[in-house]
């Protein structure tokens, strides 16, 4: 089975900083893009990162550009995404998801496969 597992999130102060990891099974790691998404209370889901199967290819919501950094442990399974100067209004669930071919990498429906999400809070 296909599972992806979101994990690190927490409560942290406006200024923190926080790395979110994204482990996956069950699939050919290497040949699958990998985003992260968000969703706040009363929001729509938000493309916030994503990363190629080749690496080659990153992709940052301009909200968040200067600030995290998307990567991957093809050893590991799992891709990082490193949260740093986190803002209030980074508090969502956050969310990874994977496909194999993604051509809009900030489109939910694009990815087929989706892990449940890690609750981030930034108090202020």
């Known amino acids: 089975d296909v599972q992806l597992q979101a994990s690190g999130g927490g409560l942290v102060q406006a200024g923190g900083s926080l790395r979110l990891s994204c482990a996956a099974s069950?699939?050919?790691?290497?040949?699958?893009?990998i985003g992260w998404f968000r969703q706040a209370p009363g929001k729509e889901r938000e493309g916030v990162s994503f990363?190629?199967?080749?690496?080659?290819?990153?992709y940052y919501t301009n909200s968040v550009k200067g600030r995290f950094t998307i990567s991957s442990d093809n050893a590991k399974n799992t891709v990082y995404l490193q949260m740093n100067s986190l803002k209030p209004e980074d508090t969502a669930v956050y969310y990874c998801?994977?496909?194999?071919?993604?051509?809009?990498?900030?489109?939910?429906?694009?990815?087929?496969?989706w892990g449940r999400g890690t609750l981030v809070t930034v108090s202020s």
């Open positions: 998801a994977a496909d194999s071919m993604v051509d809009e990498v900030d489109v939910a429906d694009e990815y087929y496969y």
């Open positions: 069950g699939f050919t790691f290497d040949d699958y893009a």
């Open positions: 990363i190629s199967s080749s690496e080659s290819r990153t």
